[in-house]
């Protein structure tokens, strides 16, 4: 994301009129006082992002617990600090109560790309973890079958996972296949129906 030129300090209260009413397709995030337009997604970061939020949403269905995509934000307010970030995927298990952002997930992911990495390791990773609701961070390339998860209870040590493996979401109870959540960059088995069939052929 980049910064708006000429910065001067905009309130969160101008910040979310604005944001909230903004009718072209371009999102902000906000940070202490300054605003960054968000990066364009790729076709890979829609597939990944859409895959986890398929998976939630059928485990989490009929629960107290919600799945929100990339358009709804998450408000980190404390007495020196404020954000507004839009992750790409969130699970909120309480009420929320403002229609434009939500302040207690439990879940956050983020879909990771060239001009985003630095931001989501580390910038994000220190804003989020002042949410006293927050259970799990995870950060997931979009061009390997690479998976990072910093848990709160493990006081936010990196968890790493690869093609071939699987990993909990222990903050809602759902386990996932590397493979199958990486399926649009994994080469697809073939069936022996198939294999059989190409053998026939001269």
């Excluded at 992750?87 to 298990?93: R, T």
Aim: overall charge negative.
């Amino acid at each position: 994301m980049s910064a708006l030129p000429n910065f001067t300090y905009l309130s969160p209260e101008a910040y979310l009129l604005g944001e909230n009413d903004r009718t072209d397709a371009v999102k902000y995030e906000y940070v202490n006082g300054q605003v960054y337009a968000m990066a364009d997604a790729s076709r890979n970061h829609n597939r990944l992002a859409r895959n986890l939020t398929t998976r939630l949403d059928i485990h989490l269905r009929g629960s107290r617990c919600e799945v929100f995509q990339g358009d709804m934000k998450v408000g980190i307010q404390t007495a020196s600090e404020q954000h507004f970030y839009y992750p790409d995927v969130q699970v909120s298990c309480v009420e929320e109560n403002n229609r434009y952002f939500n302040t207690s997930p439990c879940l956050i992911i983020e879909v990771l790309s060239e001009s985003t990495a630095r931001v989501d390791r580390y910038e994000k990773l220190v804003a989020y973890r002042l949410l006293d609701s927050l259970q799990e961070y995870v950060l997931c390339s979009q061009e390997t079958a690479h998976v990072e998860i910093y848990r709160k209870r493990t006081g936010w040590q990196t968890e790493y996972f690869v093609a071939g493996q699987y990993f909990t979401l222990e903050s809602v109870g759902l386990t996932v296949g590397m493979n199958e959540l990486y399926e649009f960059l994994l080469p697809q088995k073939r069936s022996k129906m198939t294999l059989r069939s190409e053998a026939l052929i001269p």
